[in-house]
Structures are given as structure tokens and as C-alpha cells.
């Protein structure tokens, strides 16, 4: 099946990227990598996609002692690549060179699989781990949304239809921290059949100290201190 005809629009700044997507029927592109097969199958029929892609402000990074801020179309290639700071000492780096293949990697977005909210994708599993938050931009300023409130429901999450993801913003691991992420891989795709991921720390005791977090993970950790 074809898509549905539909116009196509490149703004030049978020500013005019968010009064286009304020008209009717308008829909935010980023890698098209879950976007593209949602239009051809006709599951979503837009009159106008305005193409993200292209914003450099959506594709830089920032970092300083707490934080690293991924502009939300950095490909999932740039963060296997190290191409930006990996706040988490390369997990990030092994989550992303295991979404997919690379065709799919130099295309696909984190903020574009944040905001699809897919169960079965890798990020969404991996920022609510991490703690992280997005930060929204829309036509009334900014807004920043903790990973505990993004998703709203299967394939939903709170950026709103006229609101860009601009930034993904991650705290800088902790020294005494352990993260981990288990997929069962359905092998065509790579999707998660079951994806569990986990981020602890270590007390002054060398003790974990939510240990609710830690689910079956335990085993794979990867530790950068002592493991307990
Ligand atoms: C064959 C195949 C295999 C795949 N395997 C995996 C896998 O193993 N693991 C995995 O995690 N993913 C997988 N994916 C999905 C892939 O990672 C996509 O890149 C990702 O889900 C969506 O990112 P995108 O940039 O392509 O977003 P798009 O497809 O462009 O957009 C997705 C949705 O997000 C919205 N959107 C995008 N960016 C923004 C933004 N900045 N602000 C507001 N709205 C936005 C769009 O309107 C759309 O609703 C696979 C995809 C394919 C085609």
C-alpha cells in the first residue's frame, strides 16, 4: 500500500516548525523509520508532515558535571558511534548498536522513539530506567516532562500534537551505579519481546539501595564500581 497524498514542509527553526504543526491534520516527521511504515499502511493520514530532521538545534548536545542534553533527533548511529556524550559510560552506546540494523540506526531518532512510545522499543525502556526528562517546546514556551510521566499510554506519550521534543536530557551516572538492559530479541526486527531495563546504586555500605529496581537484571549488570 502507498501512503495518502500530503504536503510536505521544512521549517527552518522550532519556532516555525510548531505554527506549522499548530495547522489541522499536520504531523511531525523525524526519521520516519516508525512513521513511514504508520503512513503507507494508511494507520495515520496527514495533510502536512513537517520534516524535523533537518533543525540543527534538535540535532546538538550539551553537557556539564550533572547532566548530558541530546537534542531529540540525534540518530540512534550518532549515540553507538559516540559521536555524543554517553552519560552512562557506554550503555547507551550498546543499547543503540542493538536497535535494529544500521539502516535503520542512521535514520532513526531518539526523541522520534521516545515520543512513538512504542513497549517495544529500546529508549522508552531505557529513559524511564535512567530517570531521564524530555524537554517540549510548543507555542507557549517550554516545557520539561520527568520519564515517570511521558508515556501516557501504549504508543502515546504527553507531547502533544503542536509540541516538539526538542531536548532528552539524562543525569550523569553516579560512581557507585550499576545499569543494565535485557532484550529477547524477535530476530527479523530487533524489537523487544521482553525488554527489562535497570539502573541501581550502591549505598555507603556497598548495599543497593532500591533494590525494587533491580528485577531480573541482576545477573548482567554492569557495574562501575565493586559489584556487591
Ligand atoms: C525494520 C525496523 C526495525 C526496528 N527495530 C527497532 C528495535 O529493535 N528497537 C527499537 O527501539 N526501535 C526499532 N525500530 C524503530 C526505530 O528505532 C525508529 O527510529 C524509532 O521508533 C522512531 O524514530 P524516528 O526518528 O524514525 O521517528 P519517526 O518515525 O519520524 O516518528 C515517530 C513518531 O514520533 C513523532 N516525532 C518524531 N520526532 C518528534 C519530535 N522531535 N517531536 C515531536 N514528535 C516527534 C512523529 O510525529 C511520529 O508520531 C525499528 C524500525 C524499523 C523500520
Redesign the pocket.
Known amino acids: 500500500m502507498k501512503s495518502c497524498a500530503f504536503d510536505y514542509e521544512r521549517p527552518r527553526d522550532i519556532a516555525e516548525a510548531i505554527s506549522l504543526?499548530a495547522k489541522e491534520n499536520s504531523?511531525?516527521?523525524?526519521?520516519?523509520?516508525?512513521?513511514?511504515?504508520?503512513l503507507n499502511l494508511r494507520i495515520?493520514q496527514p495533510a502536512v508532515l513537517?520534516d524535523?530532521?533537518h533543525l540543527e538545534e534538535?540535532k546538538d548536545f550539551f553537557e556539564d558535571r550533572e547532566s548530558v542534553t541530546l537534542g531529540?533527533?540525534v540518530?540512534?548511529a550518532r549515540i553507538e558511534d559516540g559521536k555524543v556524550p554517553d552519560p552512562t559510560r557506554g550503555f547507551m552506546r550498546a543499547v543503540a548498536g542493538?536497535?535494529?540494523?544500521r539502516?535503520?540506526?542512521n535514520?532513526?531518532?531518539?526523541?522520534?522513539?521516545?515520543?512513538?512510545?512504542?513497549p517495544?522499543?529500546?529508549?522508552?525502556a531505557v529513559f524511564l530506567a535512567l530517570d531521564g526528562e524530555a524537554v517540549?517546546t510548543g507555542a507557549r514556551g517550554e516545557r520539561t516532562i520527568p520519564a515517570s510521566q511521558f508515556f501516557t499510554a501504549m504508543l502515546q506519550?504527553a507531547?502533544k500534537?503542536d509540541?516538539?521534543?526538542?531536548e532528552v536530557r539524562l543525569s550523569v551516572e553516579r560512581k557507585r551505579a550499576g545499569t543494565a538492559y535485557v532484550?529477547l530479541?524477535?530476530s527479523?526486527?530487533?524489537?523487544?519481546i521482553v525488554g527489562v531495563a535497570a539502573q541501581v546504586s550502591l549505598d555507603r555500605r556497598g548495599r543497593i539501595e532500591d533494590s525494587g529496581k533491580v528485577l531480573q537484571a541482576h545477573d548482567t549488570l554492569r557495574w562501575n564500581c565493586e559489584p556487591p
Open positions: 504543526l504531523k511531525a516527521v523525524a526519521g520516519s523509520q516508525s512513521l513511514g511504515p504508520m495515520v513537517v524535523l530532521r534538535l531529540a533527533c540518530t540512534h542493538n536497535i535494529a540494523y539502516a535503520v540506526r535514520r532513526g531518532t531518539i526523541g522520534g522513539s521516545l515520543v512513538h512510545a512504542d517495544a522499543a529500546d529508549w522508552p517540549v506519550s507531547v500534537r509540541e516538539v521534543l526538542s532484550k530479541r524477535q527479523a526486527s530487533g524489537f523487544a
